[in-house]
């Protein structure tokens, strides 16, 4: 074949494989286009229909808005459908990018859609919207001669009816008798006779409300109390309906149905018992229901029972709701109490008001209204009673907190008719119960405390913290918000009594101390009713009596506290809560001040925390494998569970392990939480180093913690730890507030951690320091937590050391002393060359001892040396608490003896010494496995890559013949051939063929 030939082969295939790849590149694009065109981002809404309630005849207005989201024209039909019948449709309509507009189009409502639901639906590009609107039943045809009016649609036994029309106002006269009858069947024209009416004058029944009855016009009312689920219709003789009548001639009486249920018929008279649910269920759309209990429950019981915290009371002066209220004003404790106040205001049904009429301020799930007292009916007057508007079946939340123990039968009563239910409730004493989970909670003053309150039968308490015996009393709230049964707060015995935000403290549960967190205003008020969250607080002089409640403020002065006057609650204390016993008592909400002494009225449960004077003591440094500072938690590096977070006691510091100071350290952790800003985490998580920083900038605390070198020159400042620019990763402190001690974990491969690089050898010291001044002990600054040493209360210096639980001049402290250090290793079994010994054995090992944190992931690498074949062995090896170390077995029986290795040591895949081997048939001890350091830096550059691998001798290097190496195989993470693989060998595969023609 000729050279032309060739290349014209050559030619076709290329072309062939073009036309390959273009038609499935042109497939791709055309389904990427489809793909876009379907799956637009465009809006569609119906933003408007008029009128909202349409009747038979009107123009229905449809106005539906469009946008388009895309950066690029999109296309489809945009329809509009009412009621199956498209009344808009643009087939491909096109809407450029970023477009927003209308569409408005007209429906026509016909007779056939009265009374009926009426879809709306708008579509574009798979986006589609719908409303639905009704279209209003048509009125009823009036009757030539006699017409009935009502209220609504239907007629509910008990409702008013009046008849009315030409055939009566014509052919009577008022005071004349007429036949109520009752249809058997309008096809046959039968009825019977029901009861004898009279006609009356429309003015004087109140008929003359209808726009088609005058004043002076004759009317039938009709009581419909006895009437049945029938057809009624109005006769006589002079009217002449007789057996000649049809529908329109009649009305129709529907008898409601009422039914009430409550969740739980016995309930307590507070806690989480005191509330259940009650739910109303009726044929009926919405009524008014009169709530009673035969007198046995005033118009306010009634009330707060129908109402919660949360019911909107915006009508009542700006309230959001009844809780805002209760809150804000000091007259308004409770429900009943804003009921009563509601009274006040006028805001209630009026004396001769029908319910349906009034238009005043209705509350809670069920439109609570009160009545005036003098609005009598149902045999109670208006103070015993609440009218509910209920709306269809109603279920809603009702609580009997509050309310005497009795049995009780509610009675519910539809105002205009005649139906009515009535259910027993039993109100029972709550036997609600506070209990502490321990008797004595022990704690360093200064330190966190956490309690646990368990609750029954009760979802709030209040805590008396404290007496006249320790000197300082707070009040606590709490309340179950997570509906766990039990309260977890934390006392910050640091913190507390200085108004500080953390001083008393809960994650999931509502906590409100009166010292320290509750509004200024009330905690100095003297009124007795402090409000708010401590609305339940009575405080009493002598004895519970009513009448003789005393304020917060006295009650301090009785106890000898503090004096009756603004600020007496921070003037308890002049320096942090001191060593001593506090008792902890639980209540429901009544403490009394007997005689100079703090008692309680029904106290629930009773504890003690028991404050010990802090201490620092015994420190050591500690070491543990490389890793960030951070890496692990306390409860991690205290456990057992994970090697490379165990912590080995050391002095010698290797490089890039993690250093851990530990100290018997309490006192300073109250402290420490207020300098963080993440409330209570760090106890979990661990401090910022900052926060260590900071806590030596107080200088008036006289806390010095601090790890600084020996510098032995003196020509520069020393080298430190430094916890003012270190990250967490870098440093992080923990606190064991249960155990009273503190570490500091440092990642000494950081260069952020030290102000400085360190090197082999350097000294650094480790303190922690109590500083006391000689004379005088700490006070408080003034207002807030800072202090320092002062002679009088608010006049400590916050510039002069004090620390806040010691006596003048008695600083304690205490140090410890570390060194840090390269890394190294030492093989055992060396012969008199300092040559490593391997054993000729398939089960041999290898030992030694390294300074490398226990734990540490360690391996050791041994390849061939000299003259011997190629092989590779990496073997891992644990090293234990005091730094030995042993591989795992490997097999050497395929060695010979005196053939030559190298071993060495890697920590996380770095090398950190390596030394020579020689293979024995049996290992010889000389003595001395361990020899001096000479000075030579003998550590591998912490790189990953062997230093000391052999040269290339040119024979091949075997396979690793026991330990897998891994590979990178695929690279690219996509197994398989990509489209650029499957072009290129697609063009190699040509040019391939052409060159073997």
Same mark, same amino acid.
């Given at each position: 074949?000729?050279?032309?030939?060739?290349?014209?082969?050559?030619?076709?295939?290329?072309?062939?494989?073009?036309?390959?790849?273009?038609?499935?590149?042109?497939?791709?694009?055309?389904?990427?286009?489809?793909?876009?065109?379907?799956?637009?981002?465009?809006?569609?809404?119906?933003?408007?229909?008029?009128?909202?309630?349409?009747?038979?005849?009107?123009?229905?207005?449809?106005?539906?808005?469009?946008?388009?989201?895309?950066?690029?024209?999109?296309?489809?039909?945009?329809?509009?459908?009412?009621?199956?019948?498209?009344?808009?449709?643009?087939?491909?309509?096109?809407?450029? +990018?970023?477009?927003?507009?209308?569409?408005?189009?007209?429906?026509?409502?016909?007779?056939?859609?009265?009374?009926?639901?009426?879809?709306?639906?708008?579509?574009?590009?798979?986006?589609?919207?719908?409303?639905?609107?009704?279209?209003?039943?048509?009125?009823?045809?009036?009757?030539?001669?006699?017409?009935?009016?009502?209220?609504?649609?239907?007629?509910?036994?008990?409702?008013?009816?009046?008849?009315?029309?030409?055939?009566?106002?014509?052919?009577?006269?008022?005071?004349?008798?007429?036949?109520?009858?009752?249809?058997?069947?309008?096809?046959?024209?039968?009825?019977?006779?029901?009861?004898?009416?009279?006609?009356?004058?429309?003015?004087?029944?109140?008929?003359?409300?209808?726009?088609?009855?005058?004043?002076?016009?004759?009317?039938?009312?009709?009581?419909?109390?006895?009437?049945?689920?029938?057809?009624?219709?109005?006769?006589?003789?002079?009217?002449?309906?007789?057996?000649?009548?049809?529908?329109?001639?009649?009305?129709?009486?529907?008898?409601?149905?009422?039914?009430?249920?409550?969740?739980?018929?016995?309930?307590?008279?507070?806690?989480?018992?005191?509330?259940?649910?009650?739910?109303?269920?009726?044929?009926?759309?919405?009524?008014?229901?009169?709530?009673?209990?035969?007198?046995?429950?005033?118009?306010?019981?009634?009330?707060?029972?129908?109402?919660?915290?949360?019911?909107?009371?915006?009508?009542?002066?700006?309230?959001?709701?009844?809780?805002?209220?209760?809150?804000?004003?000091?007259?308004?404790?409770?429900?009943?109490?804003?009921?009563?106040?509601?009274?006040?205001?006028?805001?209630?049904?009026?004396?001769?008001?029908?319910?349906?009429?009034?238009?005043?301020?209705?509350?809670?799930?069920?439109?609570?209204?009160?009545?005036? +007292?003098?609005?009598?009916?149902?045999?109670?007057?208006?103070?015993?009673?609440?009218?509910?508007?209920?709306?269809?079946?109603?279920?809603?939340?009702?609580?009997?907190?509050?309310?005497?123990?009795?049995?009780?039968?509610?009675?519910?009563?539809?105002?205009?008719?005649?139906?009515?239910?009535?259910?027993?409730?039993?109100?029972?004493?709550?036997?609600?119960?506070?209990?502490?989970?321990?008797?004595?909670?022990?704690?360093?003053?200064?330190?966190?405390?956490?309690?646990?309150?368990?609750?029954?039968?009760?979802?709030?308490?209040?805590?008396?913290?404290?007496?006249?015996?320790?000197?300082?009393?707070?009040?606590?709230?709490?309340?179950?918000?997570?509906?766990?049964?039990?309260?977890?707060?934390?006392?910050?015995?640091?913190?507390?009594?200085?108004?500080?935000?953390?001083?008393?403290?809960?994650?999931?549960?509502?906590?409100?101390?009166?010292?320290?967190?509750?509004?200024?205003?009330?905690?100095?008020?003297?009124?007795?009713?402090?409000?708010?969250?401590?609305?339940?607080?009575?405080?009493?002089?002598?004895?519970?009596?009513?009448?003789?409640?005393?304020?917060?403020?006295?009650?301090?002065?009785?106890?000898?506290?503090?004096?009756?006057?603004?600020?007496?609650?921070?003037?308890?204390?002049?320096?942090?809560?001191?060593?001593?016993?506090?008792?902890?008592?639980?209540?429901?909400?009544?403490?009394?001040?007997?005689?100079?002494?703090?008692?309680?009225?029904?106290?629930?449960?009773?504890?003690?925390?028991?404050?010990?004077?802090?201490?620092?003591?015994?420190?050591?440094?500690?070491?543990?494998?490389?890793?960030?500072?951070?890496?692990?938690?306390?409860?991690?590096?205290?456990?057992?569970?994970?090697?490379?977070?165990?912590?080995?006691?050391?002095?010698?510091?290797? +490089?890039?392990?993690?250093?851990?100071?530990?100290?018997?350290?309490?006192?300073?952790?109250?402290?420490?939480?207020?300098?963080?800003?993440?409330?209570?985490?760090?106890?979990?998580?661990?401090?910022?180093?900052?926060?260590?920083?900071?806590?030596?900038?107080?200088?008036?605390?006289?806390?010095?913690?601090?790890?600084?070198?020996?510098?032995?020159?003196?020509?520069?400042?020393?080298?430190?730890?430094?916890?003012?620019?270190?990250?967490?990763?870098?440093?992080?402190?923990?606190?064991?507030?249960?155990?009273?001690?503190?570490?500091?974990?440092?990642?000494?491969?950081?260069?952020?951690?030290?102000?400085?690089?360190?090197?082999?050898?350097?000294?650094?010291?480790?303190?922690?320091?109590?500083?006391?001044?000689?004379?005088?002990?700490?006070?408080?600054?003034?207002?807030?937590?800072?202090?320092?040493?002062?002679?009088?209360?608010?006049?400590?210096?916050?510039?002069?050391?004090?620390?806040?639980?010691?006596?003048?001049?008695?600083?304690?402290?205490?140090?410890?002393?570390?060194?840090?250090?390269?890394?190294?290793?030492?093989?055992?079994?060396?012969?008199?060359?300092?040559?490593?010994?391997?054993?000729?054995?398939?089960?041999?090992?290898?030992?030694?001892?390294?300074?490398?944190?226990?734990?540490?992931?360690?391996?050791?690498?041994?390849?061939?040396?000299?003259?011997?074949?190629?092989?590779?062995?990496?073997?891992?090896?644990?090293?234990?608490?005091?730094?030995?170390?042993?591989?795992?077995?490997?097999?050497?029986?395929?060695?010979?003896?005196?053939?030559?290795?190298?071993?060495?040591?890697?920590?996380?895949?770095?090398?950190?010494?390596?030394?020579?081997?020689?293979?024995?048939?049996?290992?010889?001890?000389?003595?001395?496995?361990?020899?001096?350091?000479?000075?030579?830096?003998?550590?591998?550059?912490?790189?990953?890559?062997?230093?000391?691998?052999?040269?290339?001798?040119?024979?091949?290097?075997?396979?690793?013949?026991?330990?897998?190496?891994?590979?990178?195989?695929?690279?690219?993470?996509?197994?398989?051939?990509?489209?650029?693989?499957?072009?290129?060998?697609?063009?190699?595969?040509?040019?391939?063929?052409?060159?073997?023609?």
């Amino acid at each position: 074949m000729s050279e032309t030939s060739y290349r014209e082969q050559g030619r076709a295939v290329f072309l062939a494989a073009m036309m390959v790849l273009s038609v499935v590149a042109m497939s791709a694009a055309f389904a990427g286009a489809t793909a876009a065109q379907e799956d637009v981002d465009v809006d569609v809404e119906i933003i408007d229909v008029d009128p909202a309630e349409p009747s038979a005849g009107d123009e229905l207005d449809v106005t539906v808005a469009f946008e388009n989201n895309e950066d690029d024209n999109v296309t489809g039909d945009v329809e509009i459908i009412v009621d199956d019948e498209t009344i808009f449709l643009d087939e491909d309509r096109t809407f450029g +990018e970023d477009f927003a507009g209308d569409i408005e189009e007209t429906y026509d409502v016909s007779d056939d859609d009265a009374g009926e639901d009426l879809e709306i639906e708008a579509s574009f590009l798979g986006e589609t919207d719908t409303e639905t609107v009704s279209v209003e039943e048509p009125p009823a045809e009036v009757a030539d001669g006699i017409n009935y009016d009502h209220v609504g649609s239907v007629v509910w036994q008990g409702q008013d009816v009046v008849a009315y029309g030409e055939l009566i106002d014509d052919n009577h006269d008022v005071g004349d008798d007429v036949e109520l009858r009752e249809v058997d069947s309008f096809g046959d024209d039968d009825s019977t006779f029901h009861e004898e009416l009279s006609t009356a004058l429309a003015e004087d029944v109140g008929a003359d409300s209808h726009d088609d009855i005058s004043s002076d016009e004759v009317v039938v009312p009709i009581d419909t109390d006895d009437l049945e689920d029938e057809y009624y219709f109005v006769d006589s003789s002079a009217m002449g309906l007789g057996n000649d009548f049809s529908s329109s001639d009649a009305f129709e009486v529907s008898v409601q149905d009422l039914d009430v249920d409550f969740d739980d018929t016995t309930v307590t008279d507070s806690g989480p018992d005191a509330d259940t649910e009650v739910e109303f269920d009726s044929r009926r759309g919405s009524y008014h229901v009169n709530a009673s209990a035969d007198g046995d429950l005033d118009a306010e019981e009634l009330f707060a029972i129908f109402t919660t915290d949360e019911a909107d009371a915006s009508g009542f002066d700006d309230y959001d709701t009844i809780g805002d209220a209760i809150d804000d004003d000091d007259d308004i404790g409770d429900r009943q109490d804003f009921a009563a106040a509601v009274y006040n205001e006028g805001y209630y049904i009026g004396v001769d008001e029908d319910p349906d009429d009034y238009d005043g301020y209705t509350y809670g799930d069920f439109d609570v209204a009160l009545y005036h +007292e003098d609005a009598d009916g149902d045999d109670l007057d208006g103070d015993e009673k609440v009218a509910l508007l209920i709306g269809g079946d109603v279920e809603g939340d009702v609580t009997f907190d509050g309310i005497d123990e009795d049995e009780y039968t509610f009675d519910f009563n539809v105002t205009d008719t005649e139906a009515s239910d009535s259910v027993d409730v039993e109100v029972t004493e709550s036997d609600a119960t506070a209990d502490f989970d321990q008797s004595v909670y022990s704690q360093t003053a200064g330190d966190i405390i956490h309690v646990n309150v368990d609750l029954e039968d009760t979802d709030d308490a209040y805590l008396q913290f404290g007496d006249e015996d320790s000197g300082y009393v707070d009040f606590i709230y709490i309340e179950d918000d997570s509906d766990n049964g039990e309260v977890d707060l934390t006392l910050n015995t640091r913190l507390m009594g200085t108004g500080h935000d953390h001083a008393v403290f809960s994650d999931d549960d509502d906590v409100v101390s009166l010292v320290d967190h509750a509004d200024e205003d009330a905690r100095d008020t003297d009124s007795a009713n402090v409000g708010g969250a401590f609305s339940g607080l009575v405080l009493y002089e002598d004895e519970v009596d009513d009448d003789e409640t005393i304020s917060f403020n006295e009650y301090l002065d009785e106890l000898d506290l503090a004096d009756d006057e603004e600020g007496a609650a921070f003037d308890q204390l002049v320096r942090p809560l001191q060593a001593t016993d506090y008792p902890l008592r639980s209540a429901d909400g009544h403490f009394v001040a007997d005689d100079g002494e703090a008692d309680v009225d029904n106290e629930l449960d009773a504890a003690t925390v028991d404050l010990t004077t802090p201490s620092v003591e015994e420190i050591s440094t500690l070491v543990a494998p490389e890793d960030s500072a951070d890496e692990h938690d306390l409860a991690e590096l205290l456990g057992d569970d994970d090697e490379e977070a165990t912590m080995t006691e050391r002095t010698d510091i290797a +490089e890039d392990d993690r250093l851990i100071v530990r100290a018997e350290a309490s006192g300073i952790f109250g402290a420490m939480i207020a300098l963080e800003e993440d409330e209570y985490d760090p106890l979990e998580d661990g401090f910022e180093p900052q926060t260590v920083h900071e806590l030596n900038q107080l200088d008036g605390e006289g806390v010095t913690i601090e790890i600084e070198g020996d510098d032995r020159v003196g020509n520069q400042d020393p080298n430190y730890v430094d916890f003012e620019n270190a990250d967490d990763d870098d440093v992080i402190v923990f606190a064991n507030n249960e155990e009273g001690e503190l570490y500091i974990v440092v990642d000494t491969s950081s260069s952020n951690a030290f102000d400085r690089s360190y090197e082999d050898g350097d000294a650094f010291e480790a303190v922690i320091e109590y500083e006391t001044d000689e004379d005088d002990r700490f006070y408080f600054a003034g207002d807030g937590w800072t202090g320092g040493a002062g002679d009088s209360a608010g006049d400590g210096d916050t510039d002069e050391a004090a620390f806040p639980y010691f006596a003048a001049d008695s600083t304690e402290s205490v140090s410890t002393e570390f060194e840090m250090v390269d890394r190294d290793v030492w093989f055992d079994n060396l012969d008199e060359d300092d040559n490593v010994q391997l054993e000729t054995s398939d089960s041999a090992v290898v030992t030694g001892e390294t300074n490398v944190a226990p734990g540490s992931e360690a391996d050791i690498r041994i390849t061939n040396a000299g003259d011997t074949d190629s092989f590779l062995h990496t073997v891992d090896a644990e090293i234990n608490s005091d730094g030995d170390f042993e591989s795992e077995e490997v097999d050497f029986s395929e060695r010979d003896e005196d053939d030559e290795a190298e071993l060495d040591f890697r920590v996380y895949g770095s090398s950190v010494d390596d030394a020579d081997g020689i293979f024995v048939e049996e290992l010889v001890d000389d003595g001395d496995d361990a020899p001096a350091d000479d000075g030579a830096d003998d550590t591998a550059d912490d790189d990953g890559t062997d230093d000391d691998a052999p040269a290339d001798d040119g024979v091949d290097e075997p396979a690793d013949d026991g330990v897998d190496e891994p590979t990178d195989d695929d690279e690219d993470g996509v197994p398989g051939f990509g489209l650029a693989v499957a072009v290129v060998a697609l063009l190699a595969a040509a040019m391939l063929a052409l060159r073997r023609q």
